[in-house]
């Protein structure tokens, strides 16, 4: 499992967020070397944007959905709020950070 905080004071909405969030994810497991990738999130429009086949998108969700082409395996998984409190606990201490903060647990082989 990986997580990471970056702190961005310069983004418009909720929904913009999660779907960069989203796109630093497929970027930081590319650049790293995983083949495998499952990214959770509790906001379902955004999964359901990158797991989809809708050619109506804006440009996050085709740069997400370009970027995870680049993965073997790429799995979107829906957690509502309540099952999410860890990211949402991570995404508060963001706030406090001055730099990105990358937190990795168990690299399987």
Known sequence: MVACTIKNDFVPDLFV???R???HSFRFARDI???CVEL???TRSIILKLSGSDR???LIIADGKALSRFLQRCQFTFIPREGNQ???CHAKHGFTLDSENFWIE???A
């Open 17 to 19: 967020v999660k779907a």
């Open 21 to 23: 969030a989203a796109i």
């Open 33 to 35: 070397g995983f083949s």
């Open 40 to 42: 959770e999130g509790d």
């Open 56 to 58: 109506v998108l804006g």
């Open 86 to 88: 860890v990211a949402h």
């Open 106 to 108: 168990d690299v399987l």
